[in-house]
């Protein structure tokens, strides 16, 4: 196949052109925006431009924008800065399940946080409590009711953190309504560039203890020069993030190409089951399971026809390990090994979504499977 399929946007998506231009020149001007010369007058400029950018994006205040180096980083400064216990979903990405000691919350068969699981983990213990919830799932899109999860968590003073790494260009994402206390961003899920995020405090007030030490920036929440260019390429995808999510037609699109590939794919091969399909979803990823062809046969066949999709997340160093997320909703290793994640991007073609298809039900066939092909 001569031409490459990338469908592996939740992993992380092709730098929009309009990034790369805006780094360049950013790279192409000197100076630290911690100095007071005039270049570094000019560099905190661009600085606080992009946080504004940013806080745009979602409507926030942007007093409370932290610039951190990924959505890792501001997992874990959530997490570990405000010296609560700490509650987190079972289907949460591994940088905040692997954060420190956190209570586990349930979720159901539909991939949904267990609200009644965490009111009762709430109540049994009265100290001060922080419960993150992703807004929604990396590896199958499934989207969590984060305002459910809000309105609990108040009533036992409990502050909410989200990380909303996958939302932003797929759905709209406002912190005023999700109302929470911390949310996540990761500019390399939206078309910026890798190693830069943020984590977002809808109030600029809250108590939170930096995790690096060693200088004053980021209003001491966060140590360390920042990474200017890395910063304005952000802002400018999230900008233009926001903007498709919210007037643009790239989710709607997104959509219908990820519907035509799911009716398709169990209309070839019968055997085939989607993870989630029946709750709600982001508009452009889909979980597909094939029995009995583990997930990296899979994997490694598609990107041999040149089509590229991930199996469960794609931080775990270039391995193709079980899905804890697939377990938390009750699927069994015959199952869980056999999943592979298809995600779209808003330059993504009907003639990938074939690709795709032509490839994946090959294989189906070449492993006995029953496929139909079209009349």
């Known amino acids: 196949m001569s031409v490459s399929v990338y469908l592996d946007h939740n992993a992380g998506a092709p730098a929009r052109p309009e990034v790369i231009d805006a780094m360049v020149e950013t ?14 007058r000019r560099a905190r400029a661009r600085l606080e431009a992009a946080r504004r950018d940013v806080a745009a994006a979602i409507g926030a205040d942007p007093s409370g924008v932290v610039f951190t180096s990924g959505g890792t980083e501001a997992n874990a400064l959530a997490l570990r800065g405000t010296g609560r216990r700490v509650l987190v979903s079972d289907i949460e990405h591994a940088s905040v399940r692997q954060c420190g000691e956190a ?17 009762r983990l709430l109540a049994a213990d009265p100290k001060p409590a922080l419960v993150s ?32 790494a996958q939302g932003l260009g797929r759905m709209p994402v406002f912190l005023s309504d999700l109302d ?9 899920k939206m078309g910026g560039p890798s190693g830069i995020g943020c984590l977002v405090l809808s109030n600029s007030d809250i108590s939170l203890a930096p995790i690096l030490l060693g200088g004053g920036q980021e209003k001491s929440r966060r140590a360390g020069t920042e990474n200017l260019a890395g910063i304005v390429g952000f802002a400018t995808a999230a900008r233009l993030a926001a903007a ?14 990820r519907d035509a590939l799911e009716a398709q794919a169990v209309e070839k091969v019968p055997e085939a089951r989607i993870v989630g399909g ?48 697939l377990a938390a909703m009750g699927l069994g290793p015959g199952l ?26 090959d294989l189906a066939r070449r492993k006995g499977k029953t496929v139909k092909d079209a009349a």
Not at 180 to 188: E, Q, R
Request: proline share 4%; net charge negative.
């Open 27 to 40: 790279l192409s001007a000197a100076g630290n925006p911690s100095s007071v010369h005039d270049f570094g």
């Open 103 to 119: 209570q586990i919350v349930p979720v159901g068969a539909d991939g949904v946080v267990d609200l009644e699981g965490l009111g």
């Open 133 to 164: 919830v992703m807004l929604a799932n990396n590896e199958t899109g499934i989207i969590q009711p984060v305002t459910d999860v809000v309105r609990l968590a108040r009533a036992h003073g409990a502050l909410v953190h989200c990380d909303a």
């Open 180 to 188: 929470v206390d911390f949310l996540t961003l990761s500019a390399h």
């Open 244 to 257: 498709e999510a919210k007037g643009g037609d790239a989710p709607a699109r997104m959509r219908t190409l």
């Open 278 to 325: 029946s709750s709600p979803r982001l508009c452009n990823t889909s979980c597909l399971i094939l029995p009995d062809v583990a997930a990296q046969v899979q994997v490694m066949a598609l990107d041999l026809a040149g089509v590229m999709v991930s199996a469960g997340s794609a931080c775990s160093s270039g391995k193709v390990a079980s899905s804890h997320v």
């Open 336 to 361: 869980a090994d056999c999943a592979i994640r298809i995600s779209l991007g808003p330059d993504s073609q009907a003639q990938d979504v074939d690709a795709f298809l032509s490839a994946w039900s």
